[in-house]
């Protein structure tokens, strides 16, 4: 079970370093997916990005944080075996490959899929996987060769009562940011040329 620091630890990363650059990012009209590198040894936040299609339609926030990672000096950038991968949602199946041929071992992740496509209107993850790739939702295999996965709902489910309650509301009011942000998206995304909106 992950401890209940790194849990907290990822909850305010999201909230206060990705929430701010996704709200902006969508009132541009971008999705509202976001990424970010911690280290493991401090839990220090090394990058957190947001999504940025209307640049490149292949700069999902993962991607876009990958991109912002390898754009840093070779000499001061850290060995990806030796970082937390934080995605605010389920990596996509281009956002899975990325994280895989980055060479990172873990990645963590809030929303689900399903959320994705039930509570954002943004159901292309579980399409692409189903059309393209033939699985079912949770088809893909989460812990593998490569990486192992975790879902910070799930992780949270599992804490002793006291903890658990703390942070489902924590996790609440987080989802209220999410909720007005793709709000935002959705009333706008018919303005923007993002081919899978």
């Not at 909850?11 to 971008?30: M, S």
């Not at 292949?58 to 991109?67: A, P, S, Y």
């Not at 060769?145 to 799930?154: C, E, H, N």
Request: proline share 4%; hydrophobic share 40%.
């Amino acid at each position: 079970m992950a401890e209940l620091s790194l849990i907290e630890r990822l909850f305010d990363v999201i909230e206060h370093d990705i929430v701010p650059k996704t709200a902006e990012g969508v009132t541009r009209g971008n999705k509202l997916f976001g990424a970010a590198l911690l280290a493991k040894d401090d839990r220090s936040l090394v990058l957190a990005e947001t999504n940025n299609e209307l640049e490149n339609p292949l700069w999902h926030g993962e991607m876009h944080c990958l991109k912002r990672f390898y754009e840093m000096p070779k000499a001061t950038r850290a060995d990806t075996k030796d970082l937390i991968f934080l995605s605010t949602h389920e990596p996509c199946s281009l956002c899975l490959s990325a994280i895989t041929w980055a060479g990172f071992d873990n990645f963590y992740y809030l929303f689900s899929h399903e959320d994705s496509r039930d509570s954002f209107a943004i159901p292309h993850d579980l399409k692409i996987l189903k059309e393209v790739f033939t699985l079912e939702p949770g088809g893909y295999n989460a812990e593998n060769a490569y990486w192992k996965s975790f879902s910070l709902r799930k992780l949270v489910r599992d804490l002793p009562e006291a903890d658990r309650k703390r942070l489902e509301e924590r996790l609440a009011k987080i989802s209220k940011l999410y909720d007005d942000m793709s709000g935002t998206y959705q009333a706008s995304k018919g303005d923007n040329d993002i081919p899978l909106n």
